[in-house]
């Protein structure tokens, strides 16, 4: 399976973000790529792939232009007004005021997202960027006859809208990796989103669209962020409805009760009969995740990738979270042997 990584993750680093309260070192760091890296060679699960620069153009078909805008240009404008420390957003408008984009960053900084868990720096930009064009590369590789890539994006994308930065994501890079795979001939495209939050962005992206199937599995919005979004009676709408699913787990979801979750999303994606599918691949699931509050243990991820192989569709795996660093390189591997092994 080719492997599609960048060191430009790199320089989304030494950021912040607020947790219960605390302003803390971020749980979505470097060293998650630096394990996952580790751990598919030692498997020689490669080969590695560069990405291919695409530029924005496929970028803006799910995003606003305001928003791309201001991701480009917001660690410039929050060091020209003299901070030298990472950018964190912590204003946002209530219903009833105006969703206008204001001249200051910390206004556009409020505008712009819907949390405190997306921090910029100096090299947040760039990192982005090369993300997506690691979900886009992983689609020109398929698209090219390849039955399956892993794109090993940092940051993540899920939780991205289209004008909104949320929850580590700035792109939603499955969102452009299935928006590229329309425009390159594909009927149909179905996400797989196996994160343990809910991939509210990508959902949002394609609600109203009939020709993205979105299906998620995660902890129930009631108990766990992104909270406003991810409910089990969300089923798309006017031309879009039936094409999304949602599978709110609790906390405490151990393999059984979440390979149900995943037999049922797996019958709706069959059904639907894409020309490719995309798996929107976090492995905070796991029973030791720091941040979370599933039970899936290591060998589970095996029968994940396994159960999702025998879907028999082109495969583009896009890496979303995961926080337990020490465990997060063996997880997606044993995902990805799973999906070879079938
Ligand atoms: C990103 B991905 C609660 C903080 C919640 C947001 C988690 C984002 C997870 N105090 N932080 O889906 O793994
Ligand atoms: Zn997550």
């Not at 030494?14 to 498997?43: D, Q, S, T």
């Not at 004008?163 to 994501?169: E, L, P, R």
């Not at 995309?278 to 492995?283: A, N, Q």
């Not at 030791?288 to 879907?311: C, H, N, V």
């Amino acid at each position: 399976m080719q492997i599609i990584h960048s060191p430009r993750h790199l320089g989304h680093s030494g950021h912040v973000e607020l947790m219960n309260g605390r302003v803390v070192p971020a749980f979505e760091k470097p060293e998650r790529v630096a394990m996952i890296l580790r751990a598919v060679g030692e498997r020689q699960l490669g080969p590695f792939v560069d990405p291919t620069a695409h530029g924005l153009d496929p970028v803006l078909k799910v995003h606003d232009e305001a928003f791309i805008r201001f991701l480009s240009t917001a660690w410039q404008q929050w060091t020209a007004d003299g901070r030298d420390f990472p950018a964190l957003p912590s204003f946002w408008k209530a219903p009833g005021m105006r969703a206008i984009e204001p001249d200051n960053i910390d206004g556009k900084l409020g505008h712009f997202s819907f949390d405190a868990g997306c921090c910029i720096v100096a090299g947040t930009w760039d990192a982005v960027q090369a993300g997506a064009d690691i979900a886009l590369t992983g689609v020109d590789l398929i698209a090219d006859g390849q039955p399956n890539a892993f794109a090993l994006c940092r940051p993540p994308g899920h939780h991205a809208h289209a004008g909104t930065m949320g929850g580590y994501c700035f792109v939603n890079n499955a969102a452009v990796a299935a928006q590229s795979f329309l425009d390159r001939g594909a009927a149909r495209v179905a996400v797989l989103d196996v994160d343990y939050h809910h991939g509210n962005g990508t959902q949002s992206i394609f609600y109203d669209r009939p020709d993205v199937l979105v299906c998620n599995i995660h902890a129930d919005p009631m108990q766990e962020f992104p909270y406003f979004l991810g409910y089990a009676d969300e089923a798309g709408q006017g031309p879009g409805e039936g094409f999304n699913a949602n599978f709110p787990l609790p906390w405490g979801a151990d393999f059984e009760g979440w390979g149900a979750a995943l037999e049922a999303a797996c019958v709706l994606v069959a059904d639907y009969a894409p020309d490719a599918l995309i798996v929107s691949l976090g492995v905070d699931t796991y029973k030791d995740d720091p941040i979370s509050q599933f039970r899936l243990d290591s060998p589970d991820y095996l029968k994940m990738g396994a159960r999702i192989a025998k879907l028999g569709l082109p495969t583009l795996v896009v890496m979303e979270g995961g926080y337990a660093v020490e465990a997060i390189g063996i997880n997606v591997a044993n995902t990805l042997e799973g999906l070879l092994q079938g």
